[in-house]
């Protein structure tokens, strides 16, 4: 059976999928053993080529948009050049970051051979900014480092500029790197999650999005569920302080609290 990927939203000019981790958007030699890209795969399943207008990493779940001509797929590429779309991130991270802020951190310009832009790219700092309001707090018996306990923390993210490996890049600087994170994680706190959990994916995903339409302009608002392994993870925590919030992003009734 060939693979299919959930469709969020389509129409003639552009369509959004659920994205699951550990797929590729498109190919990359960072990953050259690689067979599986959201593109090959949808261009397969809609019969049609489809023409990405943006990335998520390979780790990160959720909402994915692609063009489905070449002029939407620019349109939307430039919407997300000039911060004209809004996206919505959630996590889960190490410790308890404060309940709200905004990281304002520049971050120097990472590059791959997966660029959408051809041609020369500059280097360089640029700068970068992200809002996070911290959700539910959990901590769990565990001894890690010198800490007789571990604390975890649910976080929404808004990304205010769009770079590379923003996100992670970010948590890991006001050190409160996303669990699952094997590059700007900790490794002992990703290895709990897989031994108690069986969690081995990246728990960062694109749960909202909003922007305009490629051809109308018209304001389009999204929104995606959490994939089922990271849904099924936030229900078994033993949450603190804001279990009703991570249970309804989980998917869980509001009593279950």
């Given at each position: 059976m060939p693979e299919i990927l959930p469709l969020l939203y389509q129409d003639e000019h552009l369509v959004a999928i659920h994205k699951?981790?550990?797929?590729l958007v498109h190919r990359t030699s960072l990953d050259a053993w690689e067979t599986r890209f959201a593109v090959q795969i949808l261009r397969n399943q809609l019969r049609r080529r489809v023409y990405p207008a943006h990335r998520l990493d390979k780790g990160t779940s959720g909402i994915l948009l692609f063009g489905l001509t070449p002029e939407a797929g620019r349109a939307l590429a430039m919407a997300f050049e000039a911060q004209q779309v809004d996206k919505t991130y959630h996590a889960l991270v190490?410790?308890?970051?404060p309940a709200s802020g905004l990281i304002d951190h520049a971050l120097e310009r990472k590059l791959d051979d997966a660029e959408l832009y051809g041609g020369p790219v500059?280097?360089?700092?640029?700068?970068a900014?992200?809002?996070?309001?911290?959700q539910a707090k959990v901590e769990l018996p565990w001894q890690i480092d010198r800490y007789p306990t571990s604390?975890?923390?649910?976080?929404?993210?808004?990304?205010?500029?769009g770079?590379?490996?923003?996100?992670?890049?970010?948590?890991?600087?006001?050190?409160?790197?996303?669990?699952?994170?094997?590059?700007y994680g900790k490794g002992v706190h990703n290895r709990r999650f897989t031994e108690e959990y069986g969690s081995e994916r990246l728990l960062l995903a694109?749960?909202?999005?909003?922007?305009?339409?490629?051809?109308?302009?018209?304001r389009i608002a999204l929104a995606c569920p959490l994939a089922d392994e990271f849904a099924a993870l936030l229900r078994r925590l033993p949450w603190q302080d804001g279990a009703a919030a991570a249970l309804a992003l989980a998917g869980e009734p509001a009593d279950k609290d």
């Open positions: 699951p981790s550990g797929l190490r410790g308890w970051p500059p280097t360089g700092a640029q700068p900014q992200t809002r996070y309001r911290t604390r975890y923390a649910l976080v929404e993210l808004d990304p205010l500029t770079r590379r490996h923003q996100l992670r890049r970010h948590l890991k600087h006001i050190s409160h790197p996303i669990i699952g994170d094997a590059t694109c749960t909202a999005i909003a922007f305009p339409h490629p051809a109308s302009g018209e």
